[in-house]
């Protein structure tokens, strides 16, 4: 191993005092949606709002004068960008960061704000990461790698000894993947403190890079993800073979479990997390008898969303549970009509969000009309039962939102 139980000590002691022991809480109502025993480590309350800093920290403590002089560079979709920044500025340290164009602004913001010089280049941290090379070469510069780098595996460990420290009876770990430094640091900890422990990684469904390494599976790699942060399209060369063995599975999840994920952290635990940091919830969404039962320990890693996004997020989750509901219905072209509508909605206990006329469609009679309404509803249920009605007083609802427009 690259990483020893030592290592991750000694970062440890490295990072004590300038990095947050964050809390590891039960949390019941996520227990109660997915069927295990769900235990959280609120890494997003870090200073940068992500585990990342562990990492950081320990690496630039390591480094020479002189290599402290002449500075540093990394490539990052965010968050690891961020928690080199700050740490740099805190230690006097030049810094250069290549973020993807496609980095959410909040990202590219929080990173320049600690004075750092911010490249964009790329579509992915695949693409900075050849601009970032060619930095480091030019300028002479340390790479601060995201994930494939001894000290920075070392730091993000520290993680698991922690997590097991306040819960030593956890049966799994659940871990989000991208090129695997987290995962490898706190497989190694993790194990050193309990053999028994399962440790399971989480990969967006977009971005299977270490599940085709360890399955020899050639699924497609790329595409827009919530979780932009492991969007990692090369598998660590230091990473990997500690996910080889001491990895149980990797589980790959979905765009909409990961939305699931993102919003039943902010609604239920009211906590923000980006894709990425909830992407082990969303595998115990995804898969919720792999993990029944089972007292499981989560990363809450990174909770560095748009708030745009996670406004989005949101909506589309109450539109999935039929909170909100859009509908089309077939009515006369007649004063007086539109108010009767409204009356009824609201003695049916829906309320009218959004309301519009369509006169001009060829499918309307030239004495009628459709009207598009979006109401908010208690549940599914109670969405059935309005539907049910303005069926049997003659309005024809349609749903939309499944391929009408």
Known sequence: MPVTIADIEAARRVIAGQVLRTPMLLAPRLSALTGA???????????TNSFKDRGALNKLASLTEVERKRGVVAMSAGNHAQSVGYFAAKLGIPATIVMP????????AATRSHGVEVVLDGQTVA??????EIIQKERNMTLVHPYDDEKVMAGQGTIALEMLED???????????????MIA????????????IEIIGVEAMLYPAVWNALERGNRPIGGPTLAEGIAVKNVGKLTLPIIRELVSDVVLVDEEHLERAVNAY????????????AAGLGALLAEPARFKGKKVGLILSGGSIDPRILASIMVRELEREQRIVSFRLSIPDQPGVLGIIATRLGQLGANILEVEHKRMLLDVPAKGAKLDVTIETRDAAHAGEIMATLAA???EPVRLGHGVS
């Open 393 to 395: 007083e003659g309005y």
């Open 127 to 132: 693409d900075a990461q050849a601009r970032c």
């Open 266 to 277: 902010v609604t239920l635990q009211k906590t923000m997390a980006e894709g990425a940091g």
């Open 37 to 47: 025993e769900v235990y959280v480590k609120y890494e997003n309350l870090q200073v």
């Open 101 to 108: 164009v496609t980095t959410p602004a909040v990202k590219v």
């Open 185 to 196: 640091g706190n497989a190694i900890a993790a194990k050193s403190v309990n053999p028994n």
């Open 167 to 181: 819960v030593p009876g956890l049966d799994q770990l659940v871990i989000p993947i991208g090129g695997g430094g």
